[in-house]
């Protein structure tokens, strides 16, 4: 049953996109239930703790590289090295040696293969499978930068959790969109079977944020309902980028900032621009209107459904081609079919749109025409959970908080309170 509506979701959707019209009332933004409080804790004999794995964000993953190269870009930057911490070690992104490592993390998209590799002699891996740490602190130095889910780490251990045995992480290549993440799900199966196993056959909690929402998502749409009942009791989400975000496009046009680092946009934009993931994280197609404006010029308008000529007078049509590669895993927008915390930010500016001062855009820097959202991910984005609520029997939870930001939501302490509850709940 449940299944039949999800399908029929994905049919539903594609008929309203095949026939949308900028007239039509838009389907998304009828009435939800509000904020519904998670229910008391049922009385157990013998309570088990659900286990936790941690999923992150883009960016949030270290990232180690080894090299072995023919070439560098600078005279400054190592050829050679062994296995080393590439992302994020804070004091590499200086200029110049910023130059190195761009060359070392960029990603190269083979058109024919529609495959990214990285610079011909640089090998990367993931360090730290399983293990919470490497995504409590992407800096492995614990740079106070580099925080990450250490504080709801913890709290579980102020509750008697343990790192490793109940709480573990599932870092991924999050350069990568999930077309080429491949291996991911399936080690994550692993993880969770394993995880299950050791603590007394107790079903998993994902706690995900951003990027790391969207990956769990995929993962659970591949999963059977059957296997879902019996290995994930919960889906605990903190600023899911469900359906992308205009923040995306901006990178594509100007590149961040990585909002903490005293670095200009321009210089990582070059680094940025390469990664399929920020292809899949641009507006869905389910959220945004073909006609709502992307950016603007003195003499015309993007819209959503002119973004693949946005690319085009940007000069990077490899982006429009990772786009296409990632565009399926937008479109199904099946729900998780497991009990779902959605949690987010709201009230802060947030990038909506672009607005150009001449009407040749490439190599430009737009304005940025902000609108509501938590600083990084739009406001119907981070909502689109709700969207769920009438085509699964899973009970669905959401929360605003009004002024937490996109990363501070990761050590809020309405937020910290809110897992401790939900957690107490084997
Ligand atoms: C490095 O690359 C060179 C040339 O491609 C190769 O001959 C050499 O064996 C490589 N070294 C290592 C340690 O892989
Ligand atoms: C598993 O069960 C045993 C015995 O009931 C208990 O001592 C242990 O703490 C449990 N472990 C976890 C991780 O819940
Ligand atoms: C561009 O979009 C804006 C905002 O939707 C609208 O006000 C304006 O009329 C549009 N301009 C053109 C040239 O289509």
New binding site residues.
Partial sequence: MRLRSGILLVVLLTIFLEVADCSWPWPFSRKHKQNVPPPPPTPQPEPKMSPVIFVPGDGGSQLDARLNKSSAPYFVCEKTHDWFNLWLDLEQLVIPMVYCWIDNVKLYYDKATRTTHNTPGVETRIPGWGNPEVVEWIDPTRNSAGAYFKDIANVLVGMGYERKLNIRGAPFDFRRAPNENKQFFIDLKQLVEETYEVNNQSAVTFISHSMGSPMTLVFLQQQTLEWKNKYVRRQISLAGAWAGSVKAVKVFAMGDDLDSFALSAKILRAEQITHPSSAWLLPSPLFWKPCD?LA?TP???YTMAQLKEFFNDIDYMTGWEMRKDTLRYTQNFSPPDVELHCLYGDGIDTVERLQYKKNDIAGETPKLIMGPGDGTVNQRSLRACKYWSGYTSSPISTLALQGVDHMKILSHEDVLQYIRTVMQQP
């Fill in positions: 404006v603007t003499s015309r308008n």
